[in-house]
């Protein structure tokens, strides 16, 4: 059974740090891996999605790895703003089932000004 | 981008009534529709696969006869929780797949429910 953990639970930084978010996962088997973020009380965005075959995805202030063989994905976060501040998920789906996603405990996120 | 919706956004019921949650892909047609469970300070949990026109499929320990699932167009996807009570009081989240887009999935925003 395939299990997702994020570490840290909670993080709390000041504006303009580099931050690392951090996923494993434990069965390697993967069809993709996605990083979604969710406001307090609200619905997911997704944020990047990386391909089994892919290393890494940008977007903009934003960097996600993924290393299959460790079980392990990063999201990088470059100068922090306070509308950072939201919990960030990442889920996998795994190589087998029609688009099932299993989902990480989350990281909380507060960036104060 | 595609855009999700659900009705209501927050409902508050009594022990022992059916509560309708309703999930709507606004621009787009969606074949498949997901129904989660979120608990406060916990992950998205998986509780069933909505397929427009056939019987929903529900991930283990999920009981069919207590989240009544139907998804009869492909734009409308609706959960029934039937006789509910506090323990069922979650955050419920839908989300459906782009067609031809197999890697996407949109989120909707979410229904709040609590039962007194």
């Known amino acids: 059974k395939q299990e997702v953990t994020q570490i840290p639970a909670a993080l709390s930084v000041p504006e303009g740090e580099n931050l690392v978010l951090n996923c494993s996962f434990t069965?390697?088997?993967?069809?993709?891996l996605q990083w979604f973020r969710q406001d307090p009380g609200k619905g997911l965005t997704s944020l990047l999605l990386?391909?089994?075959?892919?290393r890494e995805q940008t977007s903009g202030r934003l960097n996600a790895s993924l290393d299959k063989s460790s079980g392990r994905s990063t999201l990088y976060i470059a100068a922090s703003q306070p509308g950072d501040s939201a919990t960030y998920l990442c889920?996998?789906?795994?190589?087998?089932?029609?688009?099932?996603?299993?989902f990480g405990t989350g990281t909380r996120l507060l960036v104060s000004p | 981008g595609a855009v999700v919706s659900q009705h209501p956004s927050r409902v508050i019921c009594k022990s022992g009534t059916s509560v309708k949650i309703e999930c709507r892909s606004l621009d787009f047609q969606a074949t498949t529709m997901f129904w989660y469970r979120q608990f406060p300070k916990q992950s998205l949990m998986l509780m069933a696969t909505s397929n427009e026109g056939s019987k929903a499929t529900y991930e283990q320990g999920v009981e069919k006869d207590k989240f009544l699932i139907n998804h009869a167009s492909l734009t409308l996807s609706t959960l029934t929780v039937t006789s509910a009570h506090p323990e069922d009081s979650s955050f419920y989240i839908c989300?459906?797949?782009?067609?031809?887009?197999?890697?996407?999935?949109?989120f909707g925003p979410g229904t709040r429910l609590t039962v007194l």
């Open positions: 989300s459906a797949r782009v067609e031809g887009a197999a890697d996407t999935q949109y």
């Open positions: 069965d390697s088997a993967i069809y993709n």
């Open positions: 990386i391909q089994s075959s892919q």
């Open positions: 889920a996998v789906r795994p190589h087998t089932g029609f688009q099932k996603l299993v």
